[in-house]
Every structure is written in structure tokens, then in C-alpha cells.
């Protein structure tokens, strides 16, 4: 197996601790959510990096059709079970949170954020726009 892509990206607002789930193409149907110990990793939240220009390097799964919930990442962590499906849609801050959002390959194939943030600072040459 290949790896996890990097994914970086920037939001329209600040949605930077709130919980990311996956949404259906036509934005109404909840495809994932995580379950609250999946924000967890290493004993940390999962939140995103912080990186240069007001953009966030992905450390959950977000993707073209993310959504971000209501929920921070610590009150949706402390949850013992997620939320039902019904709840966790009327829990949406926004279904189409993204200004833009670029896959820049494999994260096995960056030794450090600083790469990324050259990426970012060089204007995402050669990397895929997804929005």
C-alpha cells in the first residue's frame, strides 16, 4: 500500500478544530464520520497542521466533499459512541467548506511540513487541484 495522500487545504472560515465527515456528491448523504477515538492518534487530537498562507495540512481524511461538523475536536473525541446520522447532518457548519483543496502526492514522499510548505509558497506547481 502506497500511503495516505497530502492533502492541503484552505476554508472559507475557521474550522480548523471542528470534526471533518464525508458527504455524498450532491452534499446529502453522510458517506463517513469518524468514530470519536478515531480523532485520536499518539495520544493527541488528529487536528490539522498549521502551514503558511492560511492553509492546513490534513491529518484525518479530508477530501473534495468534506463537511465540517459543529463538533470540536475534544467534545467529539470525549463522545462514547458517534452521534446517529440524523444528528450528525443538523450538525453541519457548512457542506461546502473549501476555497480550495489540492492532492500534492503520497506523504511518504515529503521528509518534512517545510517541503510542503514550499509547495504552498512556490504556488502548488505540478500538484492537483481538487478544488
Do not use: W
Request: positive net charge.
Amino acid at each position: 500500500m502506497p500511503g495516505p495522500s497530502t492533502i492541503v487545504y484552505k476554508t472559507k472560515a475557521d474550522y480548523y478544530d471542528k470534526v471533518p465527515i464525508l458527504l455524498s456528491d450532491d452534499k446529502k448523504t453522510i458517506l463517513g464520520f469518524p468514530h470519536p477515538k478515531d480523532l485520536i492518534r499518539g495520544g493527541q487530537l488528529a487536528l490539522p497542521t498549521r502551514l503558511v498562507k492560511g492553509y492546513l495540512l490534513d491529518n484525518r481524511g479530508v477530501s473534495a466533499n468534506t463537511a465540517f461538523l459543529k463538533y470540536s475536536y475534544k467534545d467529539y473525541a470525549s463522545l462514547k459512541t458517534p452521534p446517529d446520522l440524523n444528528i450528525l447532518y443538523q450538525s453541519i457548519l457548512d457542506k461546502d467548506p473549501f476555497l480550495e483543496i489540492y492532492d500534492c502526492g503520497l506523504r511518504s514522499g515529503y521528509k518534512g511540513i517545510g517541503e510542503i510548505k514550499q509547495i504552498i509558497r512556490k504556488g502548488f506547481k505540478r500538484v492537483k487541484k481538487l478544488k
